[in-house]
């Protein structure tokens, strides 16, 4: 017996490298169609272009003014000589050096000092301009407190407070909460940001997504375990970094198929194929009350009915799957069905042979599709048979021993086989209505 | 063998030698995928022509991540749904009781299924009424989930589920009987 448990795996594997080969002009129509189209886009691209070749003017234009402008700039030798005219501004060079004296016991200081001294010259002039004014909103800053360098006192060493203050800008720190950390396939989790001091964020979840808000939800498509990292960064452009792990579970495939006894008497006994994956444990449910947690459960339904049975599959996180076949009994493929009411011919009994495509209906007979066993009785409302026939090719005349049957209400009886072994049985009633 | 990302760099520059070195390197294959969607094999080639005209005209949109005959597999998926669902009402179901009959009378028995021939195959699946046949492509050849299934096709995810369940019974039942 084959495993037909995996026919998905048989057509995958037998197609997954399926070759045919195409016939010859498929080529010359692609391209015929490719130039076709292209000739659209190309007057699109000329517009490009065109745009490019106006930007290039432009371009062109202003290069042509620039270069008109520059020539005095080369021809000119006075511009260069702007840089010694600033040196005479390097006067705070010599209060640098006095910083350097005054701080000497501060290696942060120092570091702040050398970084000053390399400044060209016509920095140092600014933070010298803006001290007195700066000093007061520095020591208003909440950050103040961390920093050691408060043992520096005196005017010209509120300088240096300042650097120092601007050096130890408190560390950024990265912490996160991530809820929940674990969970099934198609999971949504909730990032929580816990850091200190941290100006902007960047999120990598660890599947190639990111994100750069505070409090970021991220939905995981596909089942694994995750390293999430938090990348913060502080005003001052310090970073850090904070990891942690995000398992998603697979969730099982919920899968199955229903047959019927084709020997069904009162009950029906239902056989039902379990081709769930990635599950462990399932739960039936068949619609009529009972439940099963079998894999491949046998079930027989006392009562008639159509019912609705669904399957939970479970897996071993824990993570389930639903499927819901609704009307177990039904098949869309195959039907049977009698009208209420038809009008013999008067001239005579027929075959009862129909022709189901015309429109007049001389004849009692069903609409169908798929029935492979028929069996119709006509009675009369004492219970006389009238007519019978197995050929569902041959409908009712409306005639009894040659003779039309008085304009009344008759009893039909059908019962069969649909042509995948489901029986059906039926019966209703017909009017026989006269032709005047 | 050229190199794919060569020949997709050449295509965008609209080099038509290119694109029909890269049709010919993947028409085969992408026909091979069509078969299985389309109702014929005419049909199959319709598809084949649009799609490719299709992934010509966007090569843009490959982004260079992951195989190229993957991106160009999934414009031939697509266009095949578009197909699908242009075609939806027009179309007569075909004749779906007697596929696989063939194979069946040749060979009495189904004693392993894995000898059956791709021909086979394809015919119990073109034989499959077309929202079946689309459906049963999707996830069980293409692994396709079904609630990936229910937006490609704009139906619920249940209804997937039972069209395949239903497409997956007919399929078994041409194959040869169960018990």
């Known amino acids: 017996m084959p495993d037909q448990n995996h026919i998905e795996d048989l057509f995958r594997d037998k197609f997954s490298n399926f070759e045919v080969e195409p016939s010859g002009g498929t080529w010359t129509g692609i391209s015929k169609k490719l130039a076709w189209q292209e000739f659209f886009r190309f007057s699109l691209t000329s517009f490009n272009i065109w745009y490019a070749a106006a930007g290039l003017g432009i371009i062109g234009a202003l290069v042509y003014v620039g270069l008109e402008t520059s020539e005095p700039d080369v021809a000119d030798p006075v511009e260069k000589e702007v840089p010694e005219e600033v040196i005479p501004f390097g006067e705070p ?31 140092p002039v600014v933070p010298m301009q803006v001290l ?20 520096v006192v005196g005017p010209v060493d509120e300088a240096v407070d300042l650097f120092a203050a601007e050096e130890d800008v408190i560390i950024p720190l990265a912490d996160f909460g991530a809820t929940p950390e674990s969970g099934c396939h198609n999971l949504r989790v909730q990032f929580t940001d816990r850091s200190v001091n941290a100006a902007s964020y960047r999120w990598s979840f660890g599947d190639g997504g990111f994100s750069t808000s505070m ?68 739960i039936w449910d068949f619609g009529d009350g009972n439940n099963s947690t079998a894999k491949d459960p046998v079930h027989v339904y006392l009562e008639p009915g159509n019912f609705t049975v669904s ?14 076949l609704e ?15 038809f009008r013999p011919d008067m001239g005579g009994p027929s075959d009862g042979r129909y022709d189901p495509a015309d429109p007049v209906t001389k004849v009692f ?33 409306g005639y009894f021993n040659n003779r039309l049957v008085a304009p009344e209400v008759y009893i039909w009886k059908a019962r069969g086989r649909f042509a995948n072994g489901q029986p059906f049985v039926m019966a209703g009633d017909v009017t026989v209505i006269p032709n005047n | 063998m050229i190199d794919d990302s060569y020949l997709v760099k050449r295509c965008l520059e609209r080099d038509r030698k290119c694109q029909c070195l890269l049709y010919e390197k993947y028409a085969s294959l992408m026909l091979g995928v069509l078969m299985r969607y389309a109702g014929s094999r005419a049909e199959a080639e319709d598809i084949l022509q649009e799609g490719f005209v299709k992934a ?55 004693s392993g299924l894995e ?25 069980a050849i293409e692994g396709y989930k079904h609630h990936e299934i229910a937006e490609m096709l704009n139906i619920d995810e249940g209804t997937s589920k039972s069209q395949y369940s239903r497409a997956r019974k007919l399929i078994r039942e041409r194959l040869g009987k169960r018990q």
């Not at chain 1, 399957?311 to 819901?324: N, P, R, Y």
Request: charged share 25%.
């Open chain 1, 93 to 123: 060079e010599v209060e640098d050096d006095t910083l350097e004296i005054g701080v000497i016991d501060d290696p942060a200081a120092e570091e702040s000092v050398e970084i000053d001294t390399e400044v060209p010259g016509t920095d």
């Open chain 1, 132 to 151: 007195p004014a700066d000093s007061p909103a520095v020591s208003d800053l909440p950050l103040q407190p961390a920093q050691p360098a408060d043992k």
């Open chain 1, 215 to 282: 409090h970021p939800v991220y939905f995981y498509d596909q089942p694994g375990t995750y390293t999430v990292t938090l990348e913060v960064e502080s005003e001052r452009g310090l970073k850090d970094v904070a990891e942690q792990q995000i398992t998603v579970y697979p969730k099982p495939e919920a899968l199955f198929e229903v047959r019927a006894d084709e020997d069904a008497g009162y009950g029906r006994t239902v056989y039902f194929f379990n081709y769930s994956r990635n599950a462990e444990s399932y």
């Open chain 1, 311 to 324: 399957l939970t599959a479970v897996s071993e996180h824990g993570c389930t799957d639903i499927m819901e």
């Open chain 1, 327 to 341: 009307n177990i009994f039904s098949d869309e493929e195959y039907f049977i069905s009698f009208p209420n009411a």
């Open chain 1, 365 to 397: 007979y069903p609409k169908y599709k798929g029935v492979s066993e028929y069996q119709l009785s006509i009675y009369n409302k004492s219970g006389l048979l009238l007519f019978e026939t197995t050929n569902i090719e041959i409908g009712w005349n």
């Open chain 2, 56 to 110: 010509f005209m966007n090569m843009k949109q490959y982004a260079g991540t992951g195989s190229f005959s993957g991106w160009l597999k999934s414009i031939m998926i697509n266009t095949a749904i578009t197909h699908f669902h242009r075609n939806r009402n027009f179309r007569e179901q075909g004749p779906i009781d007697n596929v696989g009959e063939s194979y069946l009378k040749d060979h009495g028995e189904v």
């Open chain 2, 115 to 139: 000898r059956l021939k791709e021909d086979d195959l394809l015919k119990v699946i073109t034989g499959l009424p077309p929202g079946f046949r689309v459906v049963f492509n999707l996830y």
